[in-house]
């Protein structure tokens, strides 16, 4: 063979391997996703959280045609499972579903928080909005916000609010409550809204700012009283319950969020194809017929509209943090 032809021939075996390569790593990225996904929830299984984590998933998994399984890893306000997942491979099928705490609330606690929401993450969409409940233990004198204020005005340091944790979003609820009701609110933390819910029915704290979800069946049946919702509109489960806003505290308004995020640096292929799962799963008839009776709005959004949210949400709750003098501790 003369050596122009062995040349010609050589670069023709190149390109071939070549060409043969790159449609093997488009087959491989159209593949995607070929195996489970892991969904980390940052908070113990059983609670609201784990619910909405657990509707999700089932639809997700039909939207990419492999099962997302839920994989619980709480502690230190989700922040053990955020760091898990911002640790994790960069292929897609380690996902966080994470909430306002993991990613709005825990820089302004935790100084030595070992991941960063802005930097660690690439945020997928939002999937849930739910406010939080303002519930009276049935002994409370106060049947309504505006009672409430009255009451812990006479009485400085006396009512109680108890929340989930400390820094949890029902913590952050009740400060910021008393913040802009101009109130001293006494806080007692609880590890989780379990013991939070027993010890509201027996009358041993005088209030919380939970999830709907929880208090529903005791407010049915008259063992707490629904005083106000907190977000910007009345719950479509509660049309008969004011907001906080306008119960005589304009400027209130907290309603916890939740999304799906990956590890930074996932491939952007990747993270178009978890995005447009993640839309069709929450648009699924089945997540409002299941959630809505609960207070809890599925929606979706494009990654740029939750980076936002999480951005400007730090900024709002360090604040809150700052002036309520909150901590972790």
């Given at each position: 063979?003369?050596?122009?032809?062995?040349?010609?021939?050589?670069r023709l075996l190149?390109?071939?391997?070549?060409?043969?390569?790159?449609?093997?790593?488009?087959?491989?990225?159209?593949?995607f996703?070929?195996?489970?996904?892991?969904?980390?929830?940052?908070?113990?299984?059983?609670?609201?959280?784990?619910?909405?984590?657990?509707?999700?998933?089932q639809?997700?998994?039909?939207?990419?045609?492999?099962?997302?399984?839920i994989?619980?890893?709480?502690?230190?306000?989700?922040?053990?499972?955020?760091?898990?997942?911002?640790?994790?491979?960069k292929?897609g099928y380690?996902l966080?579903?994470?909430?306002?705490?993991?990613?709005?609330?825990?820089?302004?606690?935790?100084?030595?928080?070992?991941?960063d929401p802005l930097?660690?993450?690439?945020?997928?969409s939002?999937?849930?909005?739910?406010p939080?409940?303002?519930?009276?233990?049935?002994?409370?004198?106060?049947?309504?916000v505006?009672?409430?204020?009255?009451?812990?005005?006479?009485?400085p340091?006396?009512?109680?609010?108890?929340?989930a944790?400390?820094g949890?979003?029902?913590h952050l609820?009740?400060?910021?409550?008393?913040r802009?009701?101009g109130?001293?609110?006494?806080?007692?933390?609880?590890?989780g809204?379990?013991?939070?819910l027993?010890?509201?029915?027996a009358?041993?704290?005088?209030?919380?700012?939970?999830?709907?979800a929880?208090?529903?069946?005791?407010?049915?049946?008259?063992?707490?009283?629904?005083?106000?919702?907190t977000?910007?509109?009345r719950?479509?489960?509660?049309p008969q319950?004011?907001?906080?806003?306008?119960?005589?505290?304009?400027?209130y308004?907290?309603?916890?969020?939740?999304?799906?995020v990956?590890?930074a640096?996932?491939?952007?292929?990747?993270?178009?194809?978890?995005?447009?799962?993640?839309?069709?799963?929450?648009?699924?008839p089945?997540?409002?017929?299941?959630?809505?009776?609960?207070?809890?709005?599925?929606?979706?959004s494009?990654?740029e509209?939750?980076?936002?949210?999480?951005?400007?949400?730090?900024?709002r709750?360090?604040?809150?943090?700052?002036?309520g003098r909150?901590?972790?501790?």
């Amino acid at each position: 063979m003369r050596p122009s032809t062995a040349r010609h021939a050589l670069r023709l075996l190149r390109g071939a391997v070549l060409a043969a390569a790159a449609a093997a790593a488009l087959a491989a990225q159209a593949a995607f996703p070929d195996r489970p996904l892991r969904l980390v929830v940052p908070f113990p299984a059983g609670g609201a959280t784990d619910l909405m984590a657990r509707l999700a998933a089932q639809e997700l998994g039909i939207a990419l045609g492999q099962p997302v399984v839920i994989e619980n890893r709480g502690g230190a306000g989700g922040a053990i499972g955020a760091e898990a997942v911002a640790g994790a491979p960069k292929d897609g099928y380690t996902l966080l579903f994470a909430t306002m705490g993991t990613l709005a609330i825990n820089p302004a606690l935790y100084p030595k928080l070992r991941y960063d929401p802005l930097r660690d993450f690439a945020p997928l969409s939002l999937t849930h909005l739910t406010p939080r409940v303002m519930v009276a233990a049935r002994g409370l004198p106060a049947r309504s916000v505006q009672e409430v204020v009255a009451l812990a005005k006479r009485q400085p340091g006396r009512l109680t609010y108890g929340s989930a944790g400390n820094g949890s979003s029902s913590h952050l609820a009740g400060a910021l409550f008393a913040r802009v009701a101009g109130v001293e609110l006494v806080h007692v933390p609880y590890k989780g809204s379990a013991p939070l819910l027993n010890d509201v029915l027996a009358g041993r704290v005088d209030m919380t700012f939970d999830s709907y979800a929880i208090y529903e069946e005791h407010a049915k049946s008259g063992r707490v009283r629904v005083l106000a919702s907190t977000g910007a509109k009345r719950m479509a489960s509660l049309p008969q319950v004011p907001t906080v806003a306008e119960s005589g505290l304009p400027g209130y308004e907290l309603s916890n969020w939740l999304g799906l995020v990956a590890p930074a640096g996932t491939p952007p292929e990747v993270l178009r194809t978890l995005q447009a799962a993640a839309v069709r799963a929450m648009a699924a008839p089945s997540q409002r017929a299941q959630l809505e009776p609960l207070g809890i709005e599925p929606v979706s959004s494009t990654p740029e509209a939750f980076a936002r949210t999480i951005r400007d949400e730090q900024k709002r709750w360090a604040e809150v943090v700052r002036q309520g003098r909150v901590t972790a501790d």
